[in-house]
């Protein structure tokens, strides 16, 4: 039984371009990727909604016609 292909990181789409030049976008990319510094944890990650202490509170009840009707939401 054969080990499972996995598809190739770099895919060129136009051109032939030369072994040498596919070593150098390899350096190029390798030494950008390790210059970004890596963080335990994304600073985009969102909370969820399930642990967001907010969704507990309620909206602040605004006197006017129908408001009662609201005041239990």
């Known amino acids: 039984m ?3 292909r996995r598809p190739p990181h770099l895919v060129v ?6 072994a040498e ?3 150098v976008l390899t350096a ?3 030494a950008r990727a390790r210059a970004v510094p890596r963080t335990e944890e994304p600073e985009s990650r969102r909370r969820s909604g399930w642990r967001d202490r907010s969704r ?3 909206a602040p009840l605004r006197p006017g016609p129908g408001a009662w ?3 239990t939401r």
């Open 13 to 18: 789409v136009r051109g032939e371009p030369t």
């Open 21 to 23: 030049e596919i070593a």
């Open 2 to 4: 054969s080990a499972p």
């Open 56 to 58: 507990g509170l309620r």
């Open 69 to 71: 009707r609201m005041s």
């Open 28 to 30: 190029v990319l390798t």
